[in-house]
C-alpha cells in the first residue's frame, strides 16, 4: 500500500522535516492534568519539533470547556516561538469529537432517539453539559421529531460558538498524520491493516483491531503511534506501533512522549 499523498490535505497533516514528534494521547477533558503538562512540554520543546495531539479531547471529564481553551491558548504560545510554522502543530479528530459532529446534526439521523442514547452510553454527556446542552431535553427533542430536534442543536452550536475558538479548532481535526518520509502514522485509536489509509474511516477513531500485535509494517510506516486504548495500558511498545493513553478521564494520568523520526521513544511526560 502506498503511502504518497499531497502536501496538503483538509483530511490529514503530512509533518515536513521534523528533528522531533511530541505526540499527546487523548485528554478526555482533563484540563489541570493538560494544564500541567503544557508547563512541562514548554521547558522541552526545541527547534525542529513538531506537535501532534491524538484526538479525544471532549468528553468524559468535568473541564472540558477549560480544556480547550488551554488547547487555543498553547497553540498560540507553540506558533509564537522562532521558526515555527503552521503545519507544525496538529490537532487529530477522536471517537469524542465524532460523536460532537454527528449530535449537531442529529436531526438527519433515521433513529436520532436511539443515536443520542448510544452516544451518552459513551461519554457525549460531558460534553453536552460543556456546551449547555441537556440530555432530557434532547432525547425529548428526538421524540418530538426534525423540528424539535434542529432546535435543540442550534442552541448547542449557539453553545459552542460561546467559547471563542473552540469551534475553529474542532472544525480544524484531521483524521491522521504522518511525517513526510513515510516513516510515522499518527493515529486516534488503530486502523484496519487491511485497507489503505483513505478508506480507514470509522476504524481510525474505534480501533477494533490491536495495532499493538501488528506482525508486519502497515502502509511502509516503520510504527504507528495511537492516543486512545479501551485498556487505557499506558505507554506500551511494540515493533511496529506505540499505543499512548494511561486513562486520562478516567482516572489516569494524561501522557505525551517525543519520539524520533525513526520513531524511537527520546522523552516523555506523565502527568
Known amino acids: 500500500m502506498s503511502t504518497a499523498a499531497p502536501v496538503a490535505s483538509d483530511i490529514f497533516a503530512r509533518l515536513v ?5 511530541w505526540a499527546v494521547a487523548a485528554i478526555h477533558g482533563e484540563w489541570r492534568r493538560l494544564a500541567q503538562l503544557h508547563a512541562a512540554l514548554a521547558q522541552r520543546l526545541a527547534k525542529g519539533d513538531r506537535l501532534v495531539y491524538l484526538g479525544d479531547y471532549l468528553g468524559h471529564g468535568a473541564e472540558i470547556g477549560a480544556a480547550l481553551d488551554e488547547l487555543v491558548a498553547f497553540r498560540r504560545l507553540f506558533l509564537a516561538r522562532r521558526f515555527a510554522f503552521l503545519g507544525d502543530i496538529v490537532f487529530l479528530r ?3 469529537e465524532e ?14 432517539r436511539e443515536v443520542l442514547q448510544w452516544m451518552l452510553d459513551h461519554g457525549v454527556g460531558a460534553t453536552l453539559a460543556a456546551y449547555g446542552g441537556d440530555t432530557r431535553q434532547g432525547l425529548a427533542a428526538a421524540r418530538d421529531g426534525v423540528l424539535g430536534l434542529t432546535r435543540w442543536t442550534a442552541s448547542l452550536r449557539a453553545g459552542l460558538e460561546a467559547h471563542p475558538g473552540h469551534r475553529q479548532l474542532l472544525t480544524s481535526l484531521k483524521r491522521y ?3 513526510e ?6 493515529v486516534h485509536a488503530g486502523i484496519d491493516p487491511g485497507k489503505p489509509l483513505d478508506l480507514q474511516r470509522d476504524m481510525l477513531w474505534w480501533g477494533n483491531v490491536n495495532i499493538l500485535e501488528l506482525e508486519a509494517p502497515y502502509g511502509g510506516f516503520r510504527r504507528i503511534i495511537r492516543g486512545y486504548d479501551r485498556r487505557h495500558g499506558g505507554l506500551i511498545e511494540s515493533r511496529y506501533a506505540v499505543s499512548l493513553d494511561a486513562g486520562s478521564g478516567f482516572g489516569g494520568p494524561l501522557l505525551a512522549a517525543c519520539f524520533a523520526p525513526d520513531g524511537a521513544i527520546l522523552d516523555r511526560l506523565e502527568v
Do not use: H
Not at 17 to 21: F, K, L, S, T, V
Not at 99 to 112: E, H, T, V
Open 94 to 96: 477522536g471517537s469524542q
Open 17 to 21: 522535516r521534523p528533528q522531533r514528534i
Open 177 to 179: 498524520a504522518l511525517t
Open 181 to 186: 518520509d513515510g516513516a510515522l502514522l499518527f
Open 99 to 112: 460523536m460532537w459532529q454527528k449530535l449537531l446534526q442529529l436531526q438527519f439521523a433515521p433513529n436520532p
